[in-house]
């Protein structure tokens, strides 16, 4: 598979001026692909045939005609995703009638390096890089009128600050104007994300809706339309608007929902369950991802995970019945002989070739010591591209792979199954990172970006040429899971494990089961919490394979992969556990306010703890005249600079609770931004129906609160600004209630201490990657759900939580678990017994042991994860770590400046002096 070249939309596009066929190509083909083979023209010398018209090699067959396979089946996942709303049915944009407004997935091809401009945002009216540039937010989505989704698309927001940072990347000089509504940044460090597009010179975000004018004659630039607290409404000139479409439910939803049997809620997304959001109204069909409703990556990824461990909970009785052993070709020895080096560069669709020269960086490779083969390739990690390394190592007889390419973080793991069905130790596989390294980052610097490349290459030749060849080895898995933490997202992963045959040790820190849920009478859905909550902790104590151990802490953790230990002192007793993974679920814990008279005044509560006196029927609550909500308590400020996500959604719930109890009480919500992202929209307009009022405030002028006396009554006085106004609003209260942030819980320190886990600057755990590893960390084998990893709604925690069951199970599901060949050594001999080595791991790996030359330190390659400290510390070079060797690292330092350039350098310093 390989994208179109960048200059077709040029060849297809003949008169753009007239057919607007750009947005034909933009909308319809995000990338454009062909499934093509070997004999196509633009593998064979960089020319292109349009392949929508007649295909003149036969590599693209029209012919082809569409087959009906049947396919026997336990269950089945429905992960359709979303269409992106088309705008051009609504006047108001001008989206295709006007060149130059074009929609957030049209920029995002712009932006990309296989895009038609090479990565360069060019307007398409007359191909000049556009100097102002705005942005319309919320289009097609929180509308309730005719072809709009009155739902919030949940990623519109951050979408368009990654546009409008990498637009600065590109221009500094480029001025950025978003127009939006309620900026929401709720996700995990999205708030420093908004904050970082925010501070930059040139970007301003004004707070209001705004239209597409019309279109300036002769330099067709666009107009816009919006209104301003002060002045009115304006009208502005852009040379580019970006219309941010959001996210409508998959085109075929209607046919899906009836082919399936499944039913669909009103918005065309699956019908979900509250207490399991992952099922649909059909036993045996799954969902994950979007359909579930607008959704970022990160929660795709982890419905994708707890769907597969749903479907293995179903089918747990098939398990390995289908799998074949995967058998690798005899591995060559090759250590005796001389350094056959083959070097592979790839062009990663344009993402380097836009930048580096490829084929002179190719024309290089092959000049230099023990390389005797060197070649392009447009993807190294497509499958074809990966066969080719494997048949062209064994034609050539290569003993040493060098890829050219991007970070070995992503892909090190392919390639190095690549080099094993070529007969080759996986460990002769270096690579030189010259997309993340080199041509990402020196966009703008083409032949210097080049020099570069060369030189990281040059540098991983040199290194290849001293690597050698390691045995990992097998460790045996011990099949029980350890889950730290005994609220909804520890006991739904439990559940989920010990439905597929596994023990699981769950650790719970209180008394009883159930965490912080146990507090939520209800959601804003109306999923009766602590009914689910009850039927959880009852399967959880019924069930055989679960061991609660609470009042638990824990004490010491040892081990790895497969093979932990980990003592815990539970109700007066120490108890050992073994375990082959580790599940963190520790949740998360309210803040409580120093603020707003908050412990002082018993008229002032949290917005927890008001749902809780609804739910008791507290008449001072329900019964009450004004009843005013302040958000944003706690959060989004220095100390705390992350939302806590869950605020205003259950603030408009306490909201909607009491207007249905009391539909006479005056409900004020003085907010920042209203975050009720998703299909929560739909509460957040129906209490603004309802009556209840929201008024937004800065955080530089916050709300004051005092107390008063009116009519002879105790009252609350809330001072707030208007900005519609003008003026400063007084507002008596007989009660305040206050979102309070929601903050990590206070094990939280301890907890990644003794897993070696990292946290995030907000204190949260850390996960191995956002996108990529969303339940992971980066120690193997330990495992993330719930608040824990960030304040999330009930339905986002049983997702991850599943999520996180079915990582755990890619582990539990196996015999064994291999371990890492690149592990430190010791030279006995070279050995003073310093222990500075011993101090140096963080991972306990290293210990004495007595010898007949006295006591010297040993690593146990089981524990060692090989990055180096104990290396670096060593002062007598005694521990070598594999892979990592001095001659191979001090050969690549040695390539990093060839004999010219030292020359060159030298000759410069001496000018000067």
Request: with cysteine; charged share 25%; net charge negative.
């Amino acid at each position: 598979m390989e994208y179109c070249p960048k200059e077709y939309p040029d060849k297809f596009n003949q008169d753009i001026s007239q057919n607007k066929a750009v947005h034909v190509y933009f909308s319809q083909a995000i990338p454009l692909v062909a499934y093509i083979d070997d004999s196509c023209l633009y593998l064979e010398d960089g020319k292109c045939d349009i392949c929508r018209g007649v295909c003149k090699t036969g590599a693209i067959d029209f012919r082809q005609k569409p087959k009906k396979t049947d396919i026997n089946v336990g269950a089945i996942i429905l992960s359709s995703g979303i269409t992106p709303f088309d705008p051009s049915a609504r006047e108001e944009y001008g989206y295709t009638k006007m060149q130059n407004v074009i929609t957030s997935m049209d920029y995002e091809r712009l932006l990309s390096s296989t895009g038609p401009y090479g990565g360069e945002a060019l307007r398409i009216s007359d191909k000049k890089r556009p100097k102002k540039i705005a942005w319309i937010q919320c289009v097609g989505s929180r509308r309730v009128t005719e072809g709009d989704n009155s739902y919030c698309s949940g990623v519109c927001c951050t979408y368009t600050q990654k546009q409008v940072i990498l637009t600065k990347d590109h221009d500094q000089e480029a001025s950025c104007t978003i127009f939006h509504n309620d900026i929401r940044s709720f996700g995990k460090d999205f708030e420093r994300y908004y904050q970082r597009a925010e501070q930059l010179d040139g970007v301003q975000f004004i707070r209001s809706y705004a239209s597409v004018a019309g279109e300036v004659k002769g330099s067709k630039n666009v107009l816009v339309r919006y209104a301003t607290n002060t002045e009115g409404v304006k009208e502005e000139e852009f040379d580019m608007v970006v219309l941010s479409v959001g996210l409508n439910p998959p085109k075929a939803y209607k046919e899906i929902s009836k082919k399936f049997g499944i039913e669909l809620n009103s918005h065309g997304f699956n019908k979900t369950i509250d207490s399991n959001p992952i099922l649909t109204s059909r036993p045996g069909i799954f969902v994950s991802g979007a359909f579930q409703g607008p959704t970022d990556i990160p929660e795709s990824v982890f419905t994708a995970s707890g769907a597969s461990s749903q479907i293995g909970e179903l089918l747990d009785y098939r398990r390995d019945k289908l799998t074949r052993e995967r058998v690798y070709p005899e591995e060559r020895d090759v250590s005796n002989e001389e350094p056959r080096i083959g070097v592979f560069v790839c062009h990663c669709g344009a993402n380097i070739s836009s930048v580096v020269n490829v084929p002179s960086t190719v024309e290089y490779a092959l000049t230099l010591p023990n390389v005797v083969y060197a070649k392009e390739q447009i993807f190294s990690c497509a499958t074809n591209s990966a066969q080719e390394i494997t048949d062209l190592a064994k034609e050539k007889g290569l003993n040493r792979i060098v890829i050219g390419a991007c970070s070995p973080r992503t892909l090190e793991p392919l390639f190095r199954d690549t080099l094993r069905e070529a007969g080759l130790n996986q460990y002769y596989l270096d690579m030189a990172n010259i997309r993340e390294h080199c041509s990402w980052v020196h966009a703008k610097q083409k032949d210097e970006a080049t020099q570069k490349a060369q030189d990281i290459i040059r540098m991983s030749v040199a290194r290849a040429a001293y690597l050698e060849p390691l045995k990992e080895f097998d460790l045996p898995v011990n099949k029980t899971a350890l889950v730290v933490g005994g609220g909804i997202a520890g006991m739904t992963c439990a559940l989920s494990i010990a439905n597929q045959g596994h023990e699981v040790q769950l650790l719970e820190k209180d008394k009883d089961l159930g965490g912080i849920a146990r507090r939520l009478p209800t959601t804003i859905e109306g999923m009766d919490v602590q009914s689910h909550l009850n039927d959880v902790i009852s399967q959880v104590y019924k069930n055989p394979l679960i061991h609660v151990s609470h009042s638990a802490e824990i004490q010491k953790v040892e081990g790895y992969l497969g093979n932990f230990t980990t003592f815990v002192e539970t109700e007066g007793r120490l108890k050992k556990i073994k375990h082959g993974v580790s599940v963190i679920a520790t949740g998360a814990e309210e803040y409580k306010p120093v603020e707003y008279l908050y412990g002082e005044s018993d008229q002032v509560f949290t917005h927890l703890e008001v749902g809780e006196e609804i739910a008791r029927g507290n008449e001072a609550i329900t019964n009450a005249e004004t009843l005013v909500m302040i958000q944003c308590v706690g959060s989004r400020n220095e100390e705390r600079n992350y939302c806590s996500r869950i605020c205003c959604s259950h603030a408009v719930k306490n909201a909607l609770k009491l207007k249905k109890i009391n539909p006479d009480m005056r409900i004020y919500i003085l907010f920042r931004d209203m975050r009720t992202y998703g299909l929560k929209e739909d509460y957040y307009r129906e209490a603004s129906e309802k009556g209840v009022q929201f008024i937004r405030y800065e955080p530089d002028n916050p709300p004051q609160v005092e107390t008063a006396k009116e009519g002879g009554k105790e009252i609350l006085r809330v001072t707030v600004p208007d900005y519609i106004l003008d003026q400063k609003l007084e507002l008596d209260a007989d009660i305040v209630s206050l979102a309070a942030a929601v903050i990590p819980s206070a094990s939280t320190h301890d907890t990644a201490s003794h897993f070696k886990v990292t946290l995030s600057p907000d204190e949260f755990f850390k996960e191995a990657h956002v996108k990529l590893k969303p339940v992971e960390f980066s120690a193997d084998g330990v495992y993330l759900c719930g608040t824990a990893h960030y304040p999330k709604h009930i339905q986002e925690t049983i997702n991850q939580a599943y999520g996180a069951a079915g990582r755990a199970l890619t582990i539990l599901s196996q015999e064994t678990v291999v371990a890492s060949g690149s592990v430190a050594r010791v030279n006995e001999y070279d050995c003073v017994s310093c222990g500075a080595c011993i101090t140096a791991c963080t991972y306990d790996a290293i210990e004495f042991h007595q010898t007949p030359k006295g006591k010297k330190a040993i690593v146990n390659p089981i524990l060692c994860k090989g990055d180096g400290l104990c290396n670096a510390k060593c002062p007598t070079n005694a521990i070598v770590l594999k892979h990592f060797t001095n001659d191979a690292l001090l050969s690549q330092i040695d390539a990093a400046l060839t004999d010219e350039q030292i020359k060159e350098q030298m000759d410069a310093i001496l000018e000067e002096a």
